[in-house]
């Protein structure tokens, strides 16, 4: 069994800064790419980041230059600082991986239970 638990959502004005941490735990031989992505309500879900485990991040045009995603491969962990917050950032941020159990086995698509986050004008 293997889970994603997300922490660091919350309140917060436009313009701060929120920091979401994101840590796999269970039966782990290796995680491939890990991300985040985000559900506004009445909108689908997008795109916010994402992070191989060998550095290479990819944004979502809407958060480039505010957020930055980052890993720990040691403890298998991916964190996301967002600066300069904007209410249209405001939704339910989920975490996801893909993450192999076993080395003869294929990778499973894992997601969090997400963490909220919300931005006042």
């Known amino acids: 069994q293997v889970e994603l638990v997300e922490s660091g959502g919350g309140l917060v004005q436009a313009g701060g800064s929120l920091r979401l941490s994101c840590a796999a735990s269970g039966s782990i031989f290796r995680v491939n790419t890990m991300g985040w992505y985000r559900q506004a309500p009445g909108k689908q879900r997008e795109l916010v980041a994402t992070?191989?485990?060998?550095?290479?991040?990819n944004y979502g045009d809407s958060v480039k230059g505010r957020f930055t995603i980052s890993r720990d491969n040691a403890k298998n962990t991916v964190y996301l600082q967002m600066n300069s917050l904007k209410p249209e950032d405001t939704g339910l941020y989920y975490c996801q991986a893909y993450i192999l159990p076993s080395w003869f086995t294929s990778p499973s698509d894992v997601w969090g239970q997400g963490t909220q986050v919300t931005v006042s004008s």
């Open positions: 992070a191989t485990s060998g550095g290479t991040t």
